[in-house]
């Protein structure tokens, strides 16, 4: 069936590749439409409990989309008109920004934030700097004094040693868009920066925008990598066809991709590049394989073109096919995490692998049925040719030798060894503070590190304490509660500190009593806490107090400050809050998990952890399935398991060893990466398989195979390898840098695998799926000649390689 | 021909075995989350300690007792700390000791606790109130013949003579807080309170007469340096001083506005701690008084301070110790197992 398929193709070349053309045009118009950004819930996993809390409750308790910004002096303290008068202004500033809830921004300069005195009128309750700046000096020396003893305010939003100050901000999700709120922050930050004033902020919007904006840097190396492949390729191939059809192929089929999702509405996140580029290699990848095997036949003395793209097209099908099929599954099984940005991961990839099959295997030989014989010379020719085949003949001489297949063996089982016991290191989440997107020394982690040292924490987290009935949260038992609860988290590494309606009440209850700190307390009663909340509440809004409880005081939040948002951090965290819950219950009142940003991190952290383990299985069984299935044979399907393992062993140990954490950017990177040490296995198998049907001779076979797929081999990892450090070297992105080595690295094992793993293993076990099956397809002509080629011989000047086959003379019947 | 049956039989059955534990990976195995036991600190960021004990001669032995039930010990004059079990999570206001095995705290909701084994052992007792406020405890003392007293609100005075098993009112029924007791070197029993108000006890309590107060503001701590020398402090930076006894009172200028609540006499100065970070020293004559922070940046509030044998101790909002004049909060190490018998065996 593939004999007629690719016969037909080739037969209508022309139709064929009228419509590719066609079809390309159209979905380039679509793919120009493409839309790049980021969306905050493509990160939630919808059904997860902690995201349904985070949905009810974030619009009063504070969502995972918040900023914050600090503005800091250099000399003297914040207690300076001047210095205030910024606060107020960035205030002010902020609520002109898109998106801003306008309910939660709080600083100095807002209503949010005030004072309870007892003064000969009684007891006020009034915001510290709102509407208005103190009028002098006494104004702001009381301004000073109010804050230090106010613990909702001082160390909360003024540093303890009052040089600092920040405001906070939070943004609706479902109408950012980090590509317009952050120029606009910045505007904000820039126009209060000046001499003696440092002005820095953090926060989830911050981060997706400078993602953003360094999409056309992104875009620059993209191209600079496509430049340095191609000069690569051209190298190493030294023709034209060599050099363009692997690009081609990827950007043709990546054209379709993107067209697609464009056409169905998906989004493409920015940090997706790699993954795309991690992709495109698979094309590069088999369309190098094409090429060789193309030209191998082209040597072997099948000189009609159309004739040579028609058994390659053939043989290297079932390879190509099952290499495709292996990545779709891998990438599949990561859409079951239930996480929209992994499942659109996911779909985006297996889709463009799917392309794959058109686009690069059928469309590459039939592009090839244009070449003309005789009429190609080689563009540059450095000699790669001949020190490819010597170090071919290398691997040859290693594998088929039963000592030296041993070792190869050996040290690849203690590779796995090895690496498997680091592999069990890998952090679920981050695994350093500050954001993993960027280098630890970037503004960004360095604001980042500033703030967190300053104050609780700029990353938040709440836990809703739902009550049965109205004013449960008024009651005294309920307070204690929270407040030990409270003092149960602040113990935990990470927590800066948190707040409650129970900080709100406290130092009301010690102004109530003459400013004595033996009555820094919640009251005794239902009645005396209601009371003491009407007071502090007197002449505000009723949103004012809305961060910790609603209007009816039977749902509240306790808000924890987070340093950082490490992985070990929030499960310690999130574990604590059930642990206080189980150990300390009071009736009618339950405590819930939970929202904000770390709210948001813990669930997506809970749903990879949990699912990390499942889809690695899951991968693995795709996996042994279709090799089982396209050789026919549950050997197969054992064979190759233990590549991947090891593929897999090596990227977590990697990762582990770099503090590279498993979140949602990286996870479809290693997922897809993991996929990628079978490639080309497959084309060497194959090779093998092919070559022992014809010569009954397994050391013949694998040299036949190393110095066919082994050259593509080489070719596509030395292009990959040397093209995606260049992401190390230029991108501002450490995710970008670090997904670059992996993919390197990757590249590396997996080619070591191929050349000299994969040939000791069938040299050694003789499986049946390879050696026990001559004449199970039908042999096409002209293809008899298995060994060396006579250029890779000659070129090489080794006798040994050089060896003719009596078929050889009959393949030029 | 055996050979490859077997060959074939060994490859079915491994297969068969692995995809079967795939498919059990895949379906059934729920990865746990390993959270590592927090220790709890016996300092935590929440805590604050109302009251500081430091039994003994040497100062080393140091108790402090505070937020939600929590009383913590030192057996190195603050070095290390360990968490004591109490059964009361409401505040305790104030902890005394008669030495390093008896002690002596009590605080809101008529709580009063004692031990008898350095604190490895909290007894709740039974302690009279009175209704509408009148358990609130708010400072105990012990006097030099080993009597204990407490006060609190709603006139509250509660003495015990039997190291705290037992308490009985001596002060009757009035609407105010207590906010300290003392015994001057004469027998003399001493109270302040709110309003400005000070009483004495010539008969170890049993009738109460008001002495003349020079001030309206609550006075909150009293202490007597000798039996003619005495300081009490207050609210809105209120200095008190006698020199005869506690007959006549005297306003000082304390060179600050802020509250203080707590007055001890280190052997060389009375020392004043309050609120925003104040600390306030005055001479042994308590004529002149200068006004000070416990640390520069330091604005917390602290309610009391006690001096022994070169050890200064204040709590508050933070806990720690003033030596040459340098403030040093005590922070939390959690010590090993084992810590705490082998320093109190040692």
Redesign the interface.
């Known amino acids: 069936m593939v004999e007629r398929i690719a016969r037909a193709c080739i037969r209508h070349r022309v139709v064929f590749m009228a419509v590719m053309v066609v079809v390309t045009a159209v979905m380039g118009v679509f793919a120009t439409r493409l839309d790049v950004r980021t969306i905050f819930t493509d990160l939630q996993p919808a059904g997860h409990p902690y995201i349904q809390t985070n949905e009810r409750y974030k619009e009063t308790f504070g969502g995972a989309n918040s900023v914050t910004i600090m503005v800091r002096v250099d000399k003297g303290d914040i207690f300076r008109l001047p210095v205030l008068r910024t606060i107020q202004q960035v205030t002010r500033d902020l609520q002109q920004v898109d998106a801003v809830n306008q309910f939660q921004i709080v600083s100095l300069a807002t209503k949010k934030l005030k004072n309870v005195r007892a003064s000969t009128y009684g007891i006020e309750s009034l915001p510290l700097m709102w509407p208005d700046l103190p009028q002098d000096q006494e104004g702001v020396k009381a301004l000073r004094?109010a804050v230090?003893?106010n613990p909702t305010v001082?160390g909360q939003y003024v540093s303890?040693?009052?040089k600092a100050a920040i405001i906070t901000v939070d943004f609706i999700d479902r109408l950012i868009d980090y590509g317009k709120v952050y120029p606009q922050l910045e505007e904000v930050v820039n126009r209060a920066r000046r001499d003696g004033l440092e002005v820095r902020m953090v926060g989830q919007p911050v981060l997706a925008g400078l993602v953003i904006e360094h999409l056309p840097e992104t875009l620059r190396i993209v191209g600079m990598i496509v430049l340095a492949i191609a000069l690569i390729l051209l190298i190493t191939k030294g023709t034209l066809r060599g050099m363009l059809l692997p690009l081609v192929s990827s950007a043709v089929t990546g054209v379709w991709v993107l067209g697609t999702i464009s056409l169905l509405g998906i989004n493409l996140d920015p940090l997706a590049v790699v993954i795309t580029f991690l992709i495109s290699a698979r094309a590069i990848s088999h369309a190098v394989q094409l090429n060789a095997g193309f030209d191998n036949e082209r040597r072997n003395g099948v000189l009609d073109a159309r004739r040579a793209a028609e058994i390659t097209l053939h043989k290297l099908f079932r390879p190509g096919l099952l290499g495709l099929a292996t990545d779709a599954g891998a990438m599949l099984v990561v859409a079951l995490t239930p996480i929209p940005l992994l499942e659109k991961a996911a779909v985006i990839g297996a889709m463009w692998i799917g392309a794959m099959v058109i686009g690069t295997i059928i469309m590459i030989p039939v592009a090839l049925s244009w070449v003309r014989a005789g009429h190609e010379r080689r563009l540059v020719d450095v000699g790669a040719d001949g020190a490819m085949t010597a170090f071919l003949g290398g691997c040859t001489r290693l594998t088929t030798r039963r000592g030296s297949a041993l070792a190869v063996l050996g040290v690849a089982l203690l590779v796995l060894a090895v690496s498997g016991w680091y592999a069990r290191d890998i952090k679920v989440g981050d695994a350093n503070p500050g954001s993993p997107i960027l280098w630890p020394d970037s503004e960004y982690n360095q604001a980042d590190a500033a703030i967190n040292e300053r104050f609780p924490g700029s990353n938040r987290m709440f836990v809703a304490v739902e009550g049965d009935k109205e004013d449960t949260l008024k009651r005294p038992d309920v307070l204690?509660n929270i407040?030990?609860f409270?003092?149960y988290m602040?113990?935990?590494?990470g927590v800066g500190?948190?707040q409650s309606l129970a900080d709100v009440i406290r130092p009301v209850n010690m102004i109530l009593h003459?400013?004595?700190?033996?009555y820094?307390?919640i009251g005794?009663s239902k009645m005396v806490n209601g009371e003491i909340l009407f007071i502090a509440l007197s002449g505000s809004d009723p949103g004012d107090i809305a961060r910790f409880a609603d209007t009816k005081y039977q749902n509240g939040a306790v808000q924890m400050a987070f340093r950082n948002h490490q992985g070990d951090t929030i499960?310690?965290a999130?574990?604590?809050v059930k642990d206080f819950a189980d150990e300390h219950p009071v009736e009618g009142v339950h405590y819930r998990l939970a929202g904000g940003l770390i709210g948001v991190l813990a669930a997506v952290n809970?749903v990879i952890?949990?699912g990390?383990?499942?889809s690695i299985?899951?991968a693995?069984?795709v996996l042994?399935t279709f090799c089982?299935l396209a050789y026919r044979s549950?050997?197969a399907?054992?064979f190759f398991?233990p590549l991947v393992v090891l593929s897999n062993t090596i990227t977590f140990s990697f990762m582990s060893w770099q503090g590279i954490g498993l979140n949602v950017n990286t996870l479809p990177v290693a997922a897809l990466g993991i996929g990628l040490g079978v490639d080309y296995a497959f084309y060497i198998a194959d090779r093998i398989r092919e070559g022992f049907a014809h010569t009954g001779s397994a050391e013949r076979s694998i040299r036949f195979a190393l110095l066919t797929a082994g050259r593509g081999v080489i070719i596509t990892a030395a292009t990959m390898i040397a093209s995606v450090v260049l992401w190390y070297f230029f991108s501002s992105l450490r995710f970008q840098a670090e997904m670059g080595l992996l993919i390197a690295l990757w590249m590396s094992v997996s080619a070591i695998s191929a050349l000299v793993v994969i040939p000791s293993m069938i040299y050694l076990i003789r499986p049946r799926f390879i050696f026990g099956v001559a004449g199970d397809t039908a042999v096409p002509e002209g293809e008899e000649a298995y060994t060396e080629d006579a250029s890779a011989g000659r070129d090489a000047g080794e006798a040994d390689v050089t060896e003719q086959t009596p078929a050889r003379a009959a393949a030029r019947r | 021909m055996a050979r490859r049956h077997f060959a074939h039989a060994l490859e079915i059955t491994l297969s068969v075995l692995i995809l079967a534990g795939l498919f059990y990976v895949a379906f059934f195995v729920k990865p746990a989350v390993d959270v590592p036991e927090v220790r709890r600190s016996a300092i935590e960021p929440r805590d604050n300690f109302y009251g500081v004990a430091a039994p003994g001669d040497d100062g080393a032995v140091v108790w402090a007792a505070g937020r939600s039930g929590k009383i913590i010990r030192s057996e190195d004059g603050g070095e290390h700390w360990h968490a004591q079990n109490t059964p009361v999570f409401h505040h305790i206001q104030d902890i005394a000791a008669w030495d390093a095995d008896t002690a002596v705290a009590a605080g809101d909701q008529g709580t009063v606790l004692i031990t008898q084994d350095g604190g490895d052992d909290w007894q709740a007792v039974d302690a009279p109130t009175r209704p509408r406020g009148g358990d609130q405890f708010l400072r105990v003392r012990i006097d030099a013949q080993g009597r204990a007293w407490i006060t609190g609100t709603m006139g509250v005075v509660l003495v015990s003579d039997d190291r705290g098993r037992s308490w009985r009112l001596t002060h009757p029924k009035q609407d105010i807080g207590w906010n300290d007791v003392t015994v001057a070197p004469d027998g003399t029993v001493w109270l302040v309170g709110e309003f400005g108000t000070i009483k004495r006890s010539g008969d170890d309590g049993a009738s109460w007469e008001e002495v003349d107060s020079p001030t309206d503001s609550s006075l909150m701590a009293v202490t007597f340096r000798d039996a003619g020398h005495a300081v009490a402090v207050g609210l809105s930076g209120t200095v008190l001083t006698t020199s005869d006894g506690g007959t006549h009172w005297q306003t000082r200028k304390a060179g600050t506005g802020a509250h203080l609540f707590d007055v001890a006499w280190d052997g060389a100065r009375y020392i004043a701690v309050g609120n925003g970070g104040a600390l306030v020293t005055g001479n042994a004559d308590g004529e002149r008084w200068t006004a000070g922070s416990i640390a520069a940046g330091n604005f917390g509030w602290y309610t009391e301070v006690t001096a022994v044998a070169g050890h200064t101790y204040i709590t508050g909002q933070t806990l720690g110790t003033l030596a040459d004049g340098q403030w040093r909060a005590f922070h939390s190490r959690p010590a090993p197992e084992n810590d705490e018998e082998a320093s109190r065996n040692g």
């Open positions: 004094e230090i003893a001082y303890r040693d009052l204690r407040t030990r409270q003092a602040e113990a935990q590494d500190g948190t003459e400013g004595n700190p033996r820094f307390k005794d499960r310690t999130v574990q604590a809970e952890f949990s990390q383990i499942q299985a899951l693995l069984l042994f089982a549950p050997q399907g054992l398991l």
